[in-house]
């Protein structure tokens, strides 16, 4: 039980251009849904708490225009990272919860060209 | 500032030997405590889960909480080569609403299980 799935697992984009990752929370109903960041030899960082049918609450200095999370079920997040740069690029996973305990996505390698 | 922290590592153990990583948390009013295991290029995975002093065994794997030293531990027994990962110790105290739970990582520890 607990699985959580990520589509893509990676992808390549063209700088300025908008990439979408999904996150789906498959045999529970997350009441919460959390997405990190983490860059090679780095810890993880969180980006955002998502909660169902409301507005995602984002860590300082996470800019809430340029990455877009909508969390439109309870088994369903999505964030977009708009008007991506080669900055951009990083491991993103996202985690899903329904009481204490987080579940994690395999995570998405996103390259920004 | 409310911290997790962790010994970085490297730690290197022979194969079939007990493992020990160690974790020390600032704020006394935490009371959930998650060792999870990362593989390289992988996203964590959760191994144990605590929440009362004292110690809770699962398989290999033995967790323990000492609140009042505010420190949680965890025991790997017969270590395997496949034991080689970061582990990360991570912690709740922040009620994030909806009846959810932030989690604070530490930077996790580098376990070499050698053949």
């Known amino acids: 039980g607990a699985v959580v799935s990520q589509h893509p697992s990676w992808v390549i984009c063209k700088s300025g251009t908008s990439v979408k990752i999904e996150c789906r929370s498959l045999?529970?109903?997350?009441?919460?849904m959390f997405w990190y960041r983490q860059f090679p030899k780095q810890s993880l960082m969180l980006m955002a708490t998502?909660?169902?049918?409301?507005?995602?609450?984002?860590e300082q200095g996470v800019e809430k225009d340029k990455f877009l999370i909508n969390h439109a079920s309870l088994t369903l997040s999505t964030l977009t990272v708009t008007s991506a740069h080669p900055e951009d690029s990083s491991f993103y996973i996202c985690s899903a919860t329904d009481s204490y305990e987080q579940y994690f996505g395999p995570g998405t390698r996103l390259t920004v060209t | 500032q409310k911290e997790v922290e962790q010994n970085s590592g490297p730690l290197s153990v022979p194969e079939g030997a007990i493992a020990s990583l160690n974790c020390t948390y600032s704020?006394?009013?935490?009371?959930?405590f998650f060792w999870y295991r990362q593989y390289s290029g992988k996203s964590p995975e959760l191994i144990m889960s605590?929440?009362?002093?004292g110690d809770k065994e699962d398989g290999r794997f033995t967790a323990q909480l000492n609140k009042a030293s505010q420190y949680v531990s965890l025991l790997i027994r017969d270590s395997q080569p496949s034991d080689s990962a970061t582990y990360l110790c991570a912690v709740i105290w922040a009620y994030s609403g909806a009846g959810s739970y932030q989690l604070t990582f530490g930077k996790g520890t580098k376990l070499s299980v050698i053949p």
């Open positions: 605590i929440y009362s002093n």
């Open positions: 998502s909660n169902e049918g409301s507005k995602a609450t984002y």
């Open positions: 045999d529970f109903q997350a009441t919460t």
């Open positions: 704020d006394r009013g935490s009371q959930s």
